[in-house]
């Protein structure tokens, strides 16, 4: 897991961005939204919408996918095993 994680991240980050009830501030976010800070992988939902930085943890899918989840927001991403 790194790069592709960082992709899934980015990917959401910016899917977020582009959502119909997205603010104006959502889109300027999404261009330094950074998907790792040192080893910790920051929450895209929390950055993109509240400006927050928000530590993700992984968490155990049962499958050779990899989870991670915020628990700030609630938010979980799965990365699908390559
Ligand atoms: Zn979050």
Sequence with gaps: MSDRVIAALRKEARWLSKRADAKPDWMVR??????????????PSCF?????RSELDSFPT?????????AVCGAD???AAP
């Excluded at 993109?48 to 927050?52: K, N």
């Excluded at 049962?62 to 915020?70: I, S, Y």
């Design 48 to 52: 993109i919408r509240f400006d927050r």
């Design 30 to 43: 999404e261009t330094y939204y950074n998907p790792r800070i040192e080893n910790a992988y920051q929450c």
């Design 62 to 70: 049962g499958t050779r996918d990899d989870g991670l989840e915020c």
């Design 77 to 79: 991403f799965i990365i």
